[in-house]
């Protein structure tokens, strides 16, 4: 049963350049969500997309978005890199779109700006 | 929004104690999950509790929704028990989880 993957594991660029990360969901799941976790705190929720869709979106700017394929895989952007968006980059997936299904994470993405 | 806390911040124990964590929530939940985060960032799912007792091992939790607080157990602590535990809540009409502040445990051979 393949899990959840995360490409690539690590990542370096500078500020003002594009980013683009990608995810592939547990095989069964179709929801895809976003995370950002910044060095010593919680994971913080970007953006879920379910049905090809952003279904709900949490406190972040319009650089971030993203885009889910039919395949349920997805892509996170970030354009105009800050130093701030340094941080671990997670994705979940789960089932239907539903928040009280359980989520399982992906090994993550390390975004350093420099 | 729903606010989540854990406590203790920080817990450091001799190998073989034995540890409770715990996750108070704001509001009233329909998903509670608990995460043990490893060295290298990979959040680990160790219990989907919205309510009730599980065990799997050494580890167990108890969430009492009624009064908006879950429990984590590990018994017997072993050195690979080491990390950040998270608790992560999603509440009714919401369909994020929202993470609580964390537990950092080191277990000290």
């Known amino acids: 049963d393949a899990g959840v993957t995360q490409s690539p594991t690590h990542l370096i660029k500078t500020r003002g350049q594009q980013v683009t990360l990608r995810c592939s969901p547990k095989?069964?799941?179709?929801?895809v969500s976003w995370y950002q976790q910044a060095l010593g705190q919680g994971p913080q929720f970007i953006f879920q997309?379910?049905?090809?869709?952003?279904?709900q979106r949490g406190n972040f700017p319009d650089r971030f978005s993203g885009h889910q394929f039919p395949n349920y895989s997805s892509e996170l952007n970030v354009n105009a890199l800050l130093l701030g968006d340094s941080a671990l980059y997670l994705c979940?997936?789960?089932?239907?779109?539903?928040?009280?299904?359980?989520?399982?994470f992906g090994p993550g993405t390390r975004l350093t700006v420099l | 929004g729903i606010q989540v806390e854990q406590s203790p911040p920080d817990l450091i124990l001799q190998e073989g104690a034995n540890s409770t964590l715990r996750c108070n929530f704001s509001?009233?939940?329909?998903?509670l999950q608990w995460f043990h985060q490893n060295p290298w960032g990979q959040l680990i799912n160790l219990f989907y509790?919205?309510?009730g007792t599980k065990q799997n091992g050494r580890l167990s939790a108890t969430t009492v929704a009624t009064e908006r607080y879950s429990l984590l157990y590990i018994s017997s602590s072993q050195t690979t028990d080491s990390g950040v535990y998270f608790c992560?809540?999603?509440?009714?009409?919401?369909?994020?989880?929202?993470f609580g502040t964390g537990t950092r445990l080191t277990i000290i051979p």
């Open positions: 992560a809540v999603t509440n009714f009409g919401n369909e994020k989880l929202t």
């Open positions: 979940a997936s789960s089932l239907g779109g539903l928040g009280y299904n359980e989520q399982f």
């Open positions: 509790i919205p309510s």
């Open positions: 095989s069964g799941h179709d929801t």
């Open positions: 509001d009233s939940v329909n998903n």
């Open positions: 997309y379910y049905e090809e869709e952003e279904r």
